[in-house]
């Protein structure tokens, strides 16, 4: 049988799967006076100010991405958020993929809509990390790794990407100062984003003598430990302008998987899921790479962006780093990517990471990024990860 | 806005939502010689057994039910089974809802199917417990329960179930010989299940003195710590028999959600989110409670099964007790009960249990019960549970 994902997802017409009525995020950062449920508040706090009419009775569904179980000792989140939120007795649940839980729960609420069940689903991802030591958040995070031979063997986050940014350079000649200019941008974007966790410019001399922590790694190539949330209200399209003016719309969108264990991989400086997530996005679209006019994407470590500029198809596949080099995906540049500061600079709440990435798309979309604001924003792609790339989520947002 | 919830789904027609084509289970019970991965795989390859032309390449997403970071220190596991099982580059997530988690990666599965983007599909669920002790176990348990107030005060699963028992006894007259009931049913239906955990007939006698876990509840009244795995195989119904000559369903399915903590609650002896989640699958697919010829559903103490009985509607509220002292829910009874053995004797791997109780509705639907055949099925229900009740799924299920 044809796999659907191999056919043309709506006759090459673009198609409206969804439309995204509000979204919302909390301020991102340590946030020692906030549980994890009270960051959600917050962002869905904001996310109804962007609406008018939606009633909480309306929300049929609730998904919510997170690792929660290892940060607050908490499963059932989805139960946590409905209750907190006022949104009982409808249906919720977590999903999980590490750091692409918060593009996952959006996705399945994506699919909801597009089911028909129901007309208004919310999508939430939250992660509450700080109350975690460092030790115990590179432990949480290596549950993602896979666990008889990989975490055996006492690999870490760090080392993983480490080993991709090693590969990377040996292979095309990219550098260290290359993947500085990702830190150095990336903290630029977040100095004109008001709920940035990190404001604070740095230099190339900053970057290159910060500690190391997994050669060719250093401190200003890894994203920092955050607390944070972030939320979308989805309607069907149909009944969008019921709830707002303004809404923006998911046009296109894509889901793959590669392998858990970096061992199984030909090439660990491909990010293979994320090509494959990207495609299968822009053909359901129907639009080419050069008709994004940003990105979001994930920059956990800086290697990582410079991987996704190829796995997006901005560049060809080793010329991540002359992106990078030449200075073309700042603002302003041919392919601003991560305007909002990325993960390196806005943060990186594990599990709510995936929605911060929608909450930029959606306003941008909407000409409300202030500072940061992109100019003649046409589609916009948000592309989550979780493992070491080994789930990888892509999506297409238009006005 | 109306909720869309509320409105009758179908215009009452029996609508077929999905068709399952296949579903497997692996034995259940303590495996020690199996991983969590290979508990899946050995539940696919029985799967596949079920099915004609099916090619791994034709399972275009994987929904993977499991509470596998506390057991396993494994997240990500959808991508752990999309690559064990042959199935890359498919998109992959987990879903968790605690001991709901494998009928809400079922549900994920039919929401898939009806949204159009894929026309199979896999959901499975697995849980690998036996790796911990009881004490490790229990402190998993509680993450499900809230945690702030209710994990702090140093409540366990059993004794919040201990609580129900207590209420529904003191308000409804039910007794421990009740209870002991529901256990010697199920202990007698797994003997007749080749791959129950617990195989071993037992008396009242044995029930009401075995040792006290938590007042009124005994050693006999807990379902036992299991590894095990299930999945089922999803497909747009119109292309069902492509794959097999018999399909089963999904005709009906229902979502709810109470509050976490059972502080909260009106009414600690009412399962509310099983009475909506029931109802609502109900009217999706046009039928009665009086209209459903077995049930599966999740007795992980035996005061939940009798309180099941009630938001079941297969009796009034606060007279489930009286159910199963008439023996009215043994096989050959008016309304069977748990055929499999239930979580109480086939065994209670967490996240598998939802999918385990999908593979009994597959197989009794198609007459392949054997010895626990219950006769003349035409509409069957699962019923699952995450937390403290605090998240429930119903299934509603016919050829």
Sequence with gaps: MEKKKDRKFGLGKLRKLAAVVASGMSKIGRRPELTG???????FMEALDFTRNLERKDIGAIYVGSQSETY???IMYGSLVADWLGLLPSGSLRVEGCAAAGALAFRQAVIDIMSGLHDVVLACGVEKMSLRTTAEVTDALMSASESTLEQYSGLTFPAIYALMATSHMARYGSTEQDMAQIAIKNHENALMNPKAHIKKPISESEVLSSRVVATPLKLY???PISDGAAVAILANPEIAKHF?????????????TDTIGLYEREDVAWPAAVFGACNEAYKMAGVEPTEISFAEVHDCFTINEI?????CGFVERGRGHLLARQG???IGGKIPVNPSGGLKARGHPVGATGLCQIYELHLQLLGEAGGRQVENTKFALAVNE???NAVATAHILSK
């Design 328 to 330: 073309e995906t700042k």
């Design 307 to 311: 991987l996704a500029y190829e796995a």
């Design 72 to 74: 607050e000792h908490q």
């Design 221 to 223: 190539d890894c994203s």
């Design 386 to 388: 979780g493992g070491s």
């Design 244 to 256: 707002t003016d303004s809404p923006t719309f998911v046009v296109g969108m894509g889901h793959e």
């Design 37 to 43: 449920r009270e960051l959600v508040l917050e962002a």
